[in-house]
């Protein structure tokens, strides 16, 4: 199809031609020049405020876990994030959230809103009954180089190992409010596929040192302001740390 179409081109007359580069040189000098005409846009400039991403997970027809009381980790963490984005703006933190309502929202979703973001902090939170105080999850992939294109469904590859770092920030100030911590490596696929530092925060009951008994529910509004304080101390250090305004 090719040759043929080059041979056609070949022995089309010289004036067809001719009219042709008319036409184009005409065009030429009313819109300027066809390379400006298809130039790219211009690349947007990088957000000036700090941002951090919060995702409440679950929502919707996805409830999460039930608990003993009826609750539901759908609705733990949307309060949660509530009171959370609330501190963090008091703070001058730019906030943006995957979802503020009992929702149903992808996975896909979640990922593109982190990644479109910019932030310089991605918090994934979580709510569960069994365990104690606060777990903090960095993803488990191995540290990559950077690169300019990242795979999606290993983009946090490139960003783990200051995901570690945000990881050290947020269990320094959660312990310096007394709150139990765990620390671990996981596999989420949100977590894996978000291109920031991205750390998935799960929220336990508080209980007492040595003993299974629970001194503060989930969902004890106490507890929770706690929890989120701590958080927003470890952000502002974190900020800092970014130099960023």
């Not at 949307?78 to 703070?91: D, E, G, I, Y």
């Amino acid at each position: 199809m090719r040759a043929t179409f080059e041979s056609r081109l070949k022995n089309r007359p010289r004036r067809v031609l001719g009219c042709f580069t008319a036409l184009v040189l005409a065009t030429l000098a009313v819109t300027g020049s066809i390379a400006v005409a298809q130039a790219p846009p211009a690349p947007q400039a990088p957000q000036s405020r700090f941002t951090v991403v919060l995702d409440a997970a679950h929502g919707g027809d996805d409830t999460g876990g039930h608990f003993k009381n009826g609750q539901l980790e759908k609705s733990l963490t949307l309060a949660f994030t509530t009171k959370l984005r609330s501190l963090l703006a008091a703070r001058g933190i730019n906030v943006v959230t995957t979802r503020d309502s009992d929702a149903t929202v992808d996975d896909n979703h979640r990922i593109e809103v982190a990644n479109h973001a910019q932030a310089l902090a991605c918090l994934s939170l979580h709510a569960a009954e069994s365990g104690s105080g606060v777990h903090l999850f960095a993803s488990s992939l191995s540290p990559a180089p950077t690169a300019h294109l990242y795979p999606w469904k290993t983009a946090q590859a490139v960003w783990v190992t200051r995901s570690l770092a945000l990881t050290g920030d947020l269990n320094s100030a959660l312990q310096h409010a007394s709150v139990a911590v765990t620390l671990g490596r996981t596999a989420l696929p949100t977590l894996d596929s978000m291109a920031c530092p991205a750390v998935a925060i799960e929220i336990s009951p508080e209980r007492i040192p040595e003993s299974a008994t629970i001194k503060s529910a989930v969902d004890d509004p106490g507890y929770q302001t706690r929890v989120a304080e701590a958080i927003a101390a470890a952000l502002l250090v974190w900020r800092s740390e970014a130099h960023q305004p």
